[in-house]
């Protein structure tokens, strides 16, 4: 496999990990009241599952206005996706030069659409081009069993594909996770761009969304022996970030959102780290904390969860002077994508994939993760972080996943994910999270309206 295909293969693997929208401004409004106000710390609260934690975690920024400096960077994290993107069907490549996608990183690349517009970086005719397009592949491509999206895509062709781009006529399942982080913009356009509005819901007609939840569970499928299974999908981390995102969107995925029979604590640099109590080999990363805060806002509960998972890097750092902000990633060599842990297996900041072989030569202080923990807290440690990763931009465009902390040099991976969460922390420090908006974002009357 080559680099470009095992970059790509490995997203398809957070498995691991329309009634829809007339439910949603009610489920909207209990969510908004139970999110924390940026530069407000979470207020008290009964402990999750035994978890020890200060009476007060790190408190949120607020949003500010960002520097010249600040949109220099966002300009060159949106170089990636004008390199990236296929004129003809508008879809982003997940890796960068390589032409294939999944609902994830399409996802990721709607959310980069969005704050980039958000930002100025591109006008209002561009945006509209560019989403009416990408909404249009959308809405015409083949989904697997006739039910949801499959998990990868030819963004050509817009044909299904496996993790090397090879067409198949099957496909090869559905994930829940990604579906949930593709439902993100949809939402948001739906609810703040009013233009767009009939062409979501050209996207989501053709889906049969409540097949992702199975008795308040996240439901994935796949294909074994030329037949579909279906399976419960995601743990403590990603399970109940992808789980808001389905109960916003009129699904009942409480039981998945329920994290009180699954949580277990690890103790990490004298922290109680979250990881998933139903397999010994659970990790705890960065992403879908920080994605949480900047997609959604940090609820209290998710605050405390969060704050456990970046505060043992901030400890780390303290104790070792060694930079710490570690996520899932791409690397630009075998086994090119790994787990870059809080803890694994119990093993602190170990590094690992799916296999639970170790990695530890390939721990990456991630690009990503430094920008996405910077815009939830602000504090020196993370201003520290971005510091660091500020100038690792390609030639062309485009950031680099990170550094590798063995060696000190550049992680030179792509990657649409990457580049649009950049985007998306910039975005969160200007306005606030992007289904919770500041009423100073453009669209907030609309987007906030209950």
Known sequence: MSFRQGLVAARGHIVFIAALLTAFALIVGLDR?????????????APVAGLAVPAAVTPLAAPSPLSDADNALGRVAWRYFVNNTDPDTGLAHSVDGFPSTTMWDTGSFLIAM????????IDTAEFDRRLTLALASLARIPLFDGTLPNKVYDTHTLGMVDYVNTPTARGLGW?????????VPLLHVERTFPAHA?????VLARLDLPALVRNGALNGAAVKDGKTVTYQEGRVGYEQYAARIAIMAGLDAFTAWDVSSTLRLVDVEGLAVPVDARSDASFAISEPYTLAGLDLGLDDRTARLADAVYRAQEARFARTGILTAVSEGHVDQAPYFVYSTVVAGGVPFAVVNLHDEQFSGLRTLSTKTAFAWDALYRTPYTAKLVAAVRDLQAADGGFMEGIYEESGKPNTAQTAN?????????AYRAFGPLLVPSP???GAAIATTD
Do not use: C, K
């Open 33 to 45: 009241a139970a999110t924390r106000s940026a530069g407000t710390p979470a207020v008290a609260a």
């Open 114 to 121: 969005i704050s980039a517009h958000r930002l100025g970086y």
């Open 175 to 183: 994930s829940a996770i990604d579906m949930a982080r593709l439902l």
């Open 198 to 202: 009939a062409e979501v819901r050209a």
């Open 418 to 426: 990457t580049n649009a969460i950049i985007l998306a922390s910039l």
């Open 440 to 442: 100073t974002a453009p």
